[in-house]
């Protein structure tokens, strides 16, 4: 079994009117200004699967600016799931400064079958108020009903890319530690988070966070995998590729080239996943 645990689709909306959407979100207009900017319908990701071998996806929302935007959005992945309920899990995204209008939004949406938020972009700026105003509330929902936060995650050095943030790990720890009971998913690895486990307080603190391997070939040399294998523990490592940013081929191919054990190459593909799909309340 492979289930992809990091995917984006859009609704034909945005995919047919890309630039009126650029005009209303800074942020989408930061990833997807350029026609080259891959943007994936539901279909579209099925298809892919289906060629690539791949049973099970979770797909991502967007982080938008307002409340609205992913009420919109929203709605489409959850039509997605519901369309195909055997092949796609949903992540939703709410805007935290909107306060208790995005709790609202939250709930509305895991009622209707998301097992949680994500792909949430956390800046530096917005930390502090959101922290102070919503978090708790939040992490709070999610705990209470077991289910997930993806958060994208940064390295703090390396190359710049559009979209890197910066929701580092010296920003991404103090968040894990205030709400250690919340599954947390850390995309790109967690930009880097895995390698400080070799320190005592930080392994006891990601008890409870998995990490993601999507877009992997763009940040790290393959052997990520098995450094990380050897780092955390081996069933908190998922595989996703961040689809339509490449093509599954391009993230499946650094894994099944490894010299790795086919256990482990196996729980990473999707064994991980479907144990931690398994635990959701919600699935």
């Known amino acids: 079994m492979i289930i992809d645990s990091h995917t984006?689709?859009?609704?034909?909306?945005?995919?047919?009117?890309?630039?009126?959407?650029?005009?209303?979100?800074a942020g989408f207009a930061e990833l997807y200004n350029q026609p080259t900017a891959h943007i994936a319908s539901a279909e579209d990701l099925i298809d892919s699967m289906d060629n690539a071998g791949i049973d099970m996806s979770i797909v991502c929302g967007f982080a938008w600016a307002s409340?609205?935007?992913?009420?919109?959005?929203?709605?489409?992945?959850?039509?997605?799931?519901?369309?195909?309920?055997?092949?796609?899990?949903?992540?939703?995204?709410?805007?935290?400064?909107?306060?208790?209008?995005?709790?609202?939004?939250?709930?509305r949406c895991v009622h209707s079958g998301a097992i949680g938020l994500g792909e949430m972009r956390p800046s530096i700026d917005?930390?502090?108020?959101?922290?102070?105003?919503?978090?708790?509330?939040?992490?709070?929902?999610?705990?209470?009903?077991?289910?997930?936060?993806?958060?994208?995650?940064?390295?703090?050095?390396?190359?710049l890319y559009p979209g890197k943030g910066n929701f580092t790990p010296?920003?991404?720890?103090?968040?894990?530690?205030?709400?250690?009971?919340?599954?947390?998913?850390?995309?790109h690895w967690g930009g880097g988070l895995p390698f400080y486990n070799l320190m005592p307080e930080v392994k006891k603190a990601l008890a409870n966070t998995?990490?993601?391997?999507?877009a992997s070939p763009?940040?790290?040399?393959?052997?990520?995998?098995?450094?990380?294998?050897?780092?955390?523990?081996?069933?908190?490592?998922?595989?996703?590729?961040?689809?339509?940013?490449?093509?599954?081929?391009?993230?499946?191919?650094?894994?099944h080239t490894l010299a790795i054990s086919n256990e482990l190459k196996q729980a990473i593909l999707g064994a991980n996943a479907d144990k931690l799909l398994d635990g959701l309340h919600a699935k």
Not at 129 to 156: K, V
């Open 8 to 25: 984006h689709i859009f609704s034909p909306e945005i995919i047919h009117n890309r630039k009126k959407y650029i005009a209303l979100d």
């Open 170 to 187: 010296e920003h991404i720890y103090p968040f894990i530690t205030r709400f250690p009971r919340l599954k947390i998913v850390l995309a």
């Open 210 to 214: 998995w990490f993601d391997s999507a």
């Open 67 to 107: 409340t609205a935007l992913c009420h919109e959005e929203n709605n489409y992945i959850l039509e997605a799931i519901a369309r195909y309920p055997q092949r796609l899990f949903g992540l939703v995204t709410i805007c935290p400064k909107d306060g208790l209008s995005a709790l609202s939004e939250l709930e």
């Open 218 to 255: 763009f940040l790290y040399d393959p052997s990520i995998y098995s450094y990380v294998s050897k780092l955390v523990d081996v069933t908190h490592i998922l595989f996703g590729s961040d689809y339509p940013l490449m093509p599954h081929s391009r993230a499946l191919k650094d894994i």
């Open 126 to 159: 917005s930390l502090d108020s959101a922290f102070d105003n919503l978090w708790a509330h939040i992490a709070s929902f999610l705990t209470e009903h077991g289910l997930l936060c993806l958060f994208h995650a940064s390295e703090p050095i390396g190359h």
